[in-house]
């Protein structure tokens, strides 16, 4: 599958638990990133400052659905069933 343009749900459902331009602290799940243009592009794309996580994403019809909405709920339920207990 290729990532749907103007998407960003993989910017915005997962957190990021590494320091990234304008986040030096990360984000929390759901948090949208800073580094997200307005229309929904990577600002970091292939610059080495974007996290190895965002590097290693690869879309999938199993993790973003048929739309953002999906893809959001989907990569959140994700994050949740995954996230180490605190």
Same mark, same amino acid.
């Given at each position: 599958?290729?990532?749907?343009? +103007?998407? *960003?749900?993989?910017?915005?459902?997962?957190?990021?638990? %590494?320091?990234?331009?304008?986040?030096?602290? *990360?984000?929390?799940? +759901?948090?949208?990133?800073?580094?997200?243009?307005?229309?929904?592009?990577?600002?970091? !794309? *292939?610059?080495?400052?974007?996290? =190895? !996580?965002? +590097?290693? !994403?690869?879309?999938?019809?199993?993790?973003? *659905?048929?739309?953002? =909405?999906? =893809?959001?709920?989907?990569?959140?339920?994700?994050? +949740?069933? %995954?996230?180490? =207990?605190?």
């Amino acid at each position: 599958m290729e990532c749907r343009m +103007g998407c *960003g749900a993989c910017c915005i459902a997962p957190s990021i638990r %590494t320091p990234m331009p304008n986040m030096p602290q *990360g984000k929390k799940a +759901g948090e949208r990133c800073l580094n997200l243009s307005d229309d929904n592009l990577c600002k970091l !794309f *292939g610059l080495p400052e974007r996290p =190895a !996580f965002c +590097g290693v !994403f690869q879309a999938e019809v199993s993790v973003c *659905g048929s739309s953002q =909405a999906e =893809a959001i709920q989907l990569i959140g339920w994700l994050e +949740g069933a %995954t996230a180490e =207990a605190s």
